[in-house]
Structures are given as structure tokens and as C-alpha cells.
Nanobody, 117 residues
Framework: QVQLVESGGGLVQPGGSLRLSCAAS????????MGWYRRAPGKQREAVAT???????NYGDFVKGRFTISRDNAKNTVVLQMNSLKPEDTAVYYC???????????WGQGTQVTVSS
């Protein structure tokens, strides 16, 4: 069993910044990919950013250089730095970790990000 603890969500004004963190613990053999996903009200879940154990990153098109994902393999943590936030970034953000070939994955409980003036 793997536990994911997310932190860093909250309310921020447009143009502001937030930093989301996710720490994985438990029976971890090898985490290959770590990432953040989000679901806005009335919309489907979408991938925000992912990073592999080899530090290969992938971002959603809507990020456009505003967000940066990083990870600490030794500590099994992943961080999403979000800058220049827009109201349309408002969503519940979920942390996900997974194995290389898809044998397993785990999701966090989600953290609310609200961008509003």
C-alpha cells in the first residue's frame, strides 16, 4: 500500500503563485512516474505535468511555461510550482504515482486550487 500526502492548495489571486507538494510513503518498490492532474467543475480530468525517475517532463499545453514540476527520488516527493495563475486554473489537483509499465498506480486525495480576485 502506498500513501500520498498532498499539500499547498488554496486561494490565490490571478497572477499569483502556488506550490503543490506530494509525498509518497509505504510499500514503494520503484516509482517511475510522478505527476499532477486536475479536474475542474464540469470538466474531465486532465494531466497537468508529469516527471519520470530520469527527470523527463511533460506538460499540458495549457501550462505554456507557467508551471514547473520537480521531484526528489530519494524522498519520493514531487513538487508543482505554479506561477501566473489564471481563474481557469481553478480545479482540484491530484497527485499520481505509477510504475514504469503500468502495473500499479496510486492517487492522492486531491487539493483544491482556487484562483479568484
Amino acid at each position: 500500500q502506498v500513501q500520498l500526502v498532498e499539500s499547498g492548495g488554496g486561494l490565490v489571486q490571478p497572477g499569483g503563485s502556488l506550490r503543490l507538494s506530494c509525498a509518497a510513503s509505504g510499500s514503494i518498490y520503484s516509482i517511475y512516474v510522478m505527476g499532477w492532474y486536475r479536474r475542474a467543475p464540469g470538466k474531465q480530468r486532465e494531466a497537468v505535468a508529469t516527471i519520470t525517475s530520469g527527470s523527463m517532463t511533460n506538460y499540458g499545453d495549457f501550462v505554456k511555461g507557467r508551471f514547473t514540476i520537480s521531484r526528489d527520488n530519494a524522498k519520493n516527493t514531487v513538487v508543482l510550482q505554479m506561477n501566473s495563475l489564471k481563474p481557469e486554473d481553478t480545479a482540484v489537483y491530484y497527485c499520481r504515482v505509477g510504475s514504469r509499465w503500468g502495473e500499479w498506480e496510486y492517487w492522492g486525495q486531491g487539493t483544491q486550487v482556487t484562483v479568484s480576485s
